[in-house]
């Protein structure tokens, strides 16, 4: 697939569809001034709290929609196919928790390393398990191999039509409660949650900009933009497990970015664990790496928002305790 193939953007009728399909199933997370971010960055800013959903992640937003929407199309007497699904961790969490509430099998392959609290709260859930690939683009080569051999039916993680819309429900929520913003900051792993939510901004909200925030340890969609096709780059460590990893080969995520996404920057491991510590230090909040990437972007300079009302998607909150012990203790002080 090349930058220039391309797949409509979720419509504001599909995005009002998932809201409505996830009316009572998900919460309708709080967006909150911060302070002290205000105050470090000279702008207005605020955080959407994502990491405040059920299971602590944005991912059930786009989980629900997907299941229901599937099921919403079986025809009479037709029985729901078992999913399948590869994931760095909050994904296959909160399609874990989907498939228990409507009595659906799930197998979900994750890599080996993934952060202990999302494979417990993925097998708390009752899904098979597959925690057996060394890094994430090998979970989703797996993942996609074995739909192919059992009939199961793959549900990605970030390329997904009913998925995107379902993502789309943050950008809605954003709108209504701060109408007059001028910049979101997303970060971005697969590309799903931002190009979600920058949908629905274009959309009801084309006064503002959407940034897109990668890892420096991973940065595939900075990568193939600059060369006009998907590239695989080296993947590095990170704190941001939900942002590592290479993007599938037939992702329709590379030209909505392109096309949706004003800009991407990149941020980096010392930017990200300043900002876990400034959320949680200064507003007692908890994010996971990719979760806090925004915000680091922010307090590192590589997003200008000096004098503009600016949201920060607060993605997760799955970060191992040992690691946010790690994390904290690292800092003069503590």
């Not at 207005?44 to 059920?54: F, G, R």
């Not at 007497?77 to 874990?96: D, F, I, K, Q, W």
Request: glycine share 10%; net charge neutral.
């Amino acid at each position: 697939m090349t930058v220039s193939s391309s797949l409509d953007a979720p419509s504001l009728a599909d995005v009002l569809a998932a809201r409505r399909r996830l009316a009572g199933r998900v919460i309708r997370t709080p967006l909150i001034r911060s302070d002290w971010l205000s105050e470090a960055t000279g702008s207005d800013a605020y955080v959407k709290l994502e990491s405040l959903q059920i299971t602590n992640s944005f991912k059930l937003r786009g989980a629900w929609n997907a299941a229901l929407a599937l099921v919403e199309r079986l025809g009479p007497g037709e029985r729901v196919p078992a999913l399948v699904t590869a994931s760095a961790g909050n994904h296959g969490r909160a399609l874990a928790w989907v498939a228990e509430r409507l009595g659906l099998h799930v197998t979900i392959f994750t890599p080996c390393d993934a952060p202990r609290s999302k494979l417990d709260a993925i097998i708390r859930h009752g899904a098979d398990l597959r925690a057996e690939a060394s890094s994430y683009e090998a979970s989703e080569r797996l993942a996609k191999r074995f739909a192919a051999d059992t009939g199961t039916t793959y549900v990605s993680p970030y390329s997904h039509p009913d998925l995107l819309a379902g993502i789309g429900t943050i950008a809605l929520e954003i709108l209504e409660d701060l109408p007059r913003v001028d910049v979101v900051a997303v970060p971005v792993g697969g590309g799903g949650l931002v190009s979600g939510i920058a949908a629905v901004v274009k959309l009801l909200g084309p006064r503002a900009v959407v940034v897109g925030v990668e890892a420096e340890a991973s940065h595939p969609f900075t990568a193939s933009l600059a060369a006009g096709r998907i590239v695989e780059v080296e993947v590095g460590p990170t704190i941001a497990d939900g942002l590592a990893g290479n993007m599938d080969p037939e992702t329709i995520t590379l030209d909505l970015v392109r096309r949706l996404v004003h800009r991407l920057v990149l941020v980096s491991e010392a930017e990200m664990r300043d900002a876990i510590r400034g959320l949680l230090d200064r507003d007692g909040l908890i994010a996971e790496g990719a979760g806090a990437a925004a915000v680091g972007a922010a307090l590192g300079g590589r997003i200008d928002v000096r004098g503009r009302r600016t949201v920060f998607v607060i993605s997760g909150s799955n970060i191992d305790s040992s690691k946010l012990a790690t994390v904290l203790s690292s800092f003069p002080g503590r």
